[in-house]
């Protein structure tokens, strides 16, 4: 059975503050996303990161897939309370629609 | 832009009774899945289906069935809900592997945030 695990599971900091969120597996993946989830909604898509070793910038948010392909990290920096949320990383093993999930990294960004 | 919509944000039903989650979504896609997510378990795959009459089952199917009768609609029941069953059920899509700059991406709903009482 494929995992990602994900960490933290939970982060509380300050505005202004950087952070990053990791995701790994001993499985390889053919691409790997990024969703983030606000409370009481759907998660919804950041990025996809495809290649080995590519690095993806979205504003304050930079997504890094490894160069084995079996993990990644998403860096925010100066975060800010807009930035709570879930994250939620996927992992796509090549098969047919389904994708792996993470559990998530649950971050409070506090004014 | 894709659209993925349930058919109820919040839903209160009684143990033993027979629930129906609607989910449609707009964008001619061939996959459909249902999720359900609870703290700290994540999201957990139920059932899954690739074309319209056909259905897979994930990796907890027990005490639910669906019906896609439909390419946009994927229908979840709960044939008689318990209280184990009281969650958030998220339905997403995606479209069949066909494209070269395709990378299996899902489109979510809003969420169905189910209490059975």
């Known amino acids: 059975t494929q995992l990602l695990e994900q960490s933290p599971q939970f982060l509380s900091i300050q505005e202004g503050e950087n952070l990053t969120v990791y995701c790994n597996s001993s499985s390889v993946f053919s691409s790997l996303q990024w969703y983030r989830q606000e409370p009481g909604e759907g998660p919804v898509l950041l990025v996809t990161?495809?290649?080995?070793?590519e690095v993806k910038k979205l504003k304050r948010l930079t997504f890094q897939f490894g160069d084995a392909r079996k993990d990644s990290s998403l860096h925010i920096t100066a975060a800010q309370p807009g930035d709570t949320g879930l994250y939620l990383c996927a992992g796509d093993p090549g098969s047919q629609g389904n994708l792996i999930f993470g559990k998530g990294t649950k971050l409070s960004v506090k004014p | 832009d894709v659209k993925v919509t349930q058919s109820s944000r919040y839903l209160v039903k009684r143990t033993g009774e027979k629930v129906f989650l609607e989910c449609v979504q707009d964008m001619d896609h061939e996959n459909m899945f249902w999720y359900r997510q609870d703290p700290g378990l994540g999201l957990r795959l139920i059932y899954f289906?690739?074309?319209?009459?056909?259905?897979e089952k994930g990796d907890i199917p027990e005490g639910y069935s669906v019906s896609r009768e439909k390419k946009e609609r994927f229908s979840l029941i709960l044939e008689s809900a318990s209280t184990n069953q009281t969650s958030m059920y998220l339905c997403?899509?995606?479209?069949?592997?066909?494209?070269?700059?395709?990378?299996?991406?899902?489109?979510f709903g809003p969420g169905t945030r189910l209490t059975v009482l």
């Open positions: 289906s690739y074309d319209v009459k056909m259905k």
């Open positions: 990161v495809v290649t080995g070793g």
């Open positions: 997403a899509s995606s479209p069949v592997r066909r494209l070269a700059d395709f990378y299996n991406e899902q489109f």
